[in-house]
């Protein structure tokens, strides 16, 4: 069974590099767009326009039927590498679990059979994520450009 879940994200231009901001996951759309309702306000945030924050929104497999989705803890696969030659950093989200088990196979997965994955096999983390999370960037921001 498949559950939707809805990432906010911020972006916005610093120089001539874009600068992205993860405000959460977020169990509703309505609780997804109060988030970003309530960073419009903040210092950083305000001065910028809806535009610049974008709601994801994305499916995660659930086994049981009695799964919350208020509160649940997700676990988000990434991966990021330094590539020297063009001096680069790079990374990725391969996806999200409900348990950190699925998680954990699906690094193994991808160390065998991506090729990221067998050049830089020791480059994978795994964050755990609160859903209804309303902290992050709950203070808003400075902008240095």
Known sequence: MIKY??????????????????????STAKKARLKIELCRSLQGFNNYSFDNYKIIKFGVNVQTTDFEKKNAILYCVMHE???????????????YYVSKTEAMNKIK?????????KRYPHNFKID???VDEFSNWSEGFVNNG
Do not use: P
């Open 81 to 95: 590498y330094f590539n020297s030659t063009d001096e680069l950093y790079y990374w990725n989200i391969f996806d």
């Open 109 to 117: 997965y991808l160390r065998k059979h991506s090729r990221v994955g």
């Open 128 to 130: 755990s994520i609160r």
């Open 5 to 26: 879940f809805y990432l906010v994200n911020f972006t916005y231009k610093l120089k001539d590099n874009e600068e992205k901001m993860f405000l959460g996951i977020f």
